[in-house]
């Protein structure tokens, strides 16, 4: 549950896991959520992933929206990615070399130095959660909610940094994975060729991988060593291609101008292949053309019918031209073809709300509801499911959600009323009671780690 999740890290944060330092909300920044890109990064690092020993179905890999180029893990489970990082990658095995590194730090127990590093961070900035930039998908032509995690550079800095030594071990781990999948280990030392260099900038130049993983002129000659003795095993894999292609020009669509994608891919509707094709319908959309953003992805999807992420991309699409029936269909056959997927449920869920009728509201709660229990930690969802709860009549309920919703982007002190709330409405002792309690818990324990 999320409350005793919250709870957990808040009090128990000396064990040094999924916390991150605090800041303003000027120098906030922004978890990028979106189906496809999450499925099409988890196909690239599945066979890494494998390599590693780690659990595939656990690890998630997510986009922060930044232009600067950085790459970390805040936990056992989840690893992080710049945006202006995977959009200067040239190929997937560039970024395959990125995960299996970051991996290759949780692999070999280097998170373990954290509760020492949280200690010197804490004096910097206050604690939260990273777990509260897990920002569900949102309207307004956005690849993805944005949700505001303060990140403050120098307390990040020495939250996240590794030693030379890490650095090293986890480069040879790395290697390792990617050459026992005939992935080019050379691949590893072009990314680290983004970075050489850098080491001689002002700090407030150099990138924050540059800042967090120490380069040496020993350690990329030690990958293009290893590189060259591995090129035997090397093996086609044009799978890669696809799913690298495919998420980096939706994130491109999504994050660049409109008339930027259009100028790549041509304004010709039908033209080039899916991921062209793809990111056309999304560059009209935001353009804003609907009706060419429209008639593009449904081509596409009639011509894909089995691919529930171009059914999501319909949806959002239609859901964002506020044709709200039609919305509920794409959506509807995308979460029929991806039933497990928490992203693609939320945004049935919230095409169900729009419509606004009894059925369709009960539908709804239904389908947050298994949203919820897949992914808590999307603020957009949990706002739904409020409402979803709320238009049910069900009032503790509503609250709780919403309580959780605060606490979930480090709003603690917004959250308590409504956690109050929750708490004098629904039945003492039930599961969502204590979560309620958990949040008030929380948020005291929070108030006295800032005196």
Same mark, same amino acid.
């Given at each position: 549950m999320v409350g005793r999740v919250v709870s957990r890290v808040l009090t128990a944060v000396m064990a040094g896991m999924l916390v991150i330092a605090m800041a303003a909300p000027a120098s906030a920044q922004v978890i990028l959520r979106d189906a496809d890109i999450e499925h099409a990064l988890r196909e690239l690092a599945r066979p890494v992933i494998n390599a590693a020993g780690l659990s595939a179905s656990r690890l998630q890999i997510l986009i922060i929206k930044n232009d600067k180029m950085n790459a970390f893990v805040a936990d056992a489970d989840h690893v992080f990615i710049h945006s202006g990082l995977l959009l200067r990658l040239k190929d997937p095995a560039e970024l395959q070399a990125v995960i299996a590194h970051e991996l290759a730090h949780i692999a070999n127990g280097h998170l373990a130095r954290r509760a020492a590093n949280y200690r010197s961070a804490r004096n910097a900035a206050a604690l939260g959660t990273i777990l509260a930039g897990v920002a569900a998908a949102a309207g307004g032509g956005e690849a993805a909610a944005g949700l505001a995690i303060g990140v403050q550079s120098s307390a990040q800095r020495r939250f996240f940094a590794h030693t030379r030594a890490e650095e090293a071990s986890a480069d040879q781990s790395a290697l390792r994975y990617m050459a026992a999948n005939g992935i080019d280990p050379g691949a590893m030392g072009d990314v680290l060729e983004l970075f050489r260099g850098q080491e001689v900038l002002s700090v407030g130049r150099q990138d924050p991988?540059? @800042?967090?993983?120490? @380069?040496s002129r020993e350690r990329i000659r030690a990958v293009?060593?290893?590189?060259?003795?591995?090129?035997?095993?090397?093996?086609?894999?044009?799978?890669?291609m696809y799913w690298f292609t495919r998420a980096q020009g939706k994130l491109e669509a999504f994050l660049r101008a409109p008339s930027v994608t259009l100028r790549k891919v041509g304004r010709k509707a039908g033209q080039g292949d899916i991921t062209a094709r793809m990111r056309r319908a999304i560059a009209w959309h935001r353009s804003p053309k609907p009706q060419k953003a429209i008639a593009e992805i449904t081509a596409l999807v009639a011509a894909r019918p089995n691919d529930p992420y171009l059914a999501e991309l319909k949806g959002q699409i239609l859901l964002e031209?506020?044709?709200?029936?039609?919305a509920v269909q794409a959506y509807g056959k995308a979460a029929a073809l991806a039933p497990r997927d928490a992203l693609v449920l939320g945004g049935y869920g919230r095409a169900l709300l729009a419509v606004n009728t009894p059925d369709n509201n009960r539908r709804a709660l239904d389908v947050l509801r298994k949203a919820y229990a897949r992914d808590p930690f999307s603020p957009q969802m949990l706002r739904d499911l409020g409402l979803a709860h709320a238009r049910a009549g069900q009032k503790g309920m509503a609250a709780l959600v919403t309580a959780e919703r605060y606490a979930l982007i480090g709003r603690l002190k917004d959250a308590v009323p409504h956690a109050k709330r929750a708490e004098g409405l629904l039945p003492r002792g039930s599961a969502g009671w204590t979560r309620a309690q958990d949040i008030l818990y929380a948020a005291t324990a929070a108030a006295k780690q800032r005196r």
């Open positions: 991988y540059a @800042l967090t993983h120490p @380069l293009e060593g290893y590189a060259v003795a591995a090129q035997d095993r090397l093996q086609d894999r044009p799978d890669d031209s506020r044709q709200f029936n039609a």
